[in-house]
T-cell receptor, first 119, second 112 residues
């Protein structure tokens, strides 16, 4: 069973360009989470999605950032008009459905991350 | 809002000793607490989860305690090895249960 896959692993963009980060969850996992890790800082939650639904985007910057998890295909984190401050490692995690409610289970499985560098 | 603090940024110990890492939290009572390991350039890897009604949990050389009165978790690695060198992250669910809140981590270095 392949783990969480993210691509690209490294992405270089110039200021003002768009960055698209992809995440394929583990097989059978329907919950996807995106986190950002800045140098010398901890992992910060950005957004939680289930198939075709955004459940919690409270950690997402209000402008330039968007995320989706379509019925078919990977989850996409999109950053428009990138700035130098967007340079960071972006991690995706997934979890299988929980046993009650619609929430995912407690344990999250992380991908290897995408390292975004904005020149 | 919830806050998590891991007591030190770096911990250096000798091979064979027990490493003890501390995680303190404030402002709410989580249903569980998790510990992850992160190696440079890689994503975090889940190690252990301990629930609020559990005092202690073990997995091979790892032991986690959870004191809900002190709002503290201790993470122990016994008989440490150089391969245990990594950054260890403490994580709690947010109050909505929709995300994990991570501490900044403690970087453990085990010298032979």
């Amino acid at each position: 069973n392949a783990g969480v896959m993210q691509n690209p692993r490294h992405l270089v963009r110039r200021r003002g360009q768009e960055a698209r980060l992809r995440c394929s969850p583990m097989k059978g996992h329907s919950h996807v989470y995106w986190y950002r890790q800045l140098p010398e800082e901890g992992l910060k939650f950005m957004v939680y999605l289930q198939k075709e639904n955004i459940i919690d985007e409270s950690g997402m910057p209000k402008e330039r950032f968007s995320a989706e998890f379509p019925k078919e295909g990977p989850s996409i984190l999109r950053i428009q008009q990138v700035v130098r401050g967007d340079s960071a490692a972006y991690f995706c995690a997934s979890s299988p459905p929980g046993t009650s409610g619609g929430a995912g289970t407690d344990t999250q499985y992380f991908g290897p991350g995408t390292r975004l560098t904005v020149l | 809002s919830q806050k998590i603090e891991q007591n030190s940024e770096a911990l250096n110990i000798q091979e064979g000793k027990t490493a003890t890492l501390t995680c303190n939290y404030t402002n709410y009572s989580p249903a569980y607490l998790q510990w992850y390991r992160q190696d440079p350039g890689r994503g975090p890897v889940f190690l252990l989860l301990i629930r609020e009604n559990e005092k202690e949990k073990r997995k091979e050389r790892l032991k986690v305690t959870f004191d809900t009165t002190l709002k503290q978790s201790l993470f122990h690695i016994t008989a440490s090895q150089p391969a245990d060198s990594a950054t260890y992250l403490c994580a709690l669910p947010n109050q909505a249960g929709t995300a994990l809140i991570f501490g900044k981590g403690t970087t453990l270095s085990v010298s032979s």
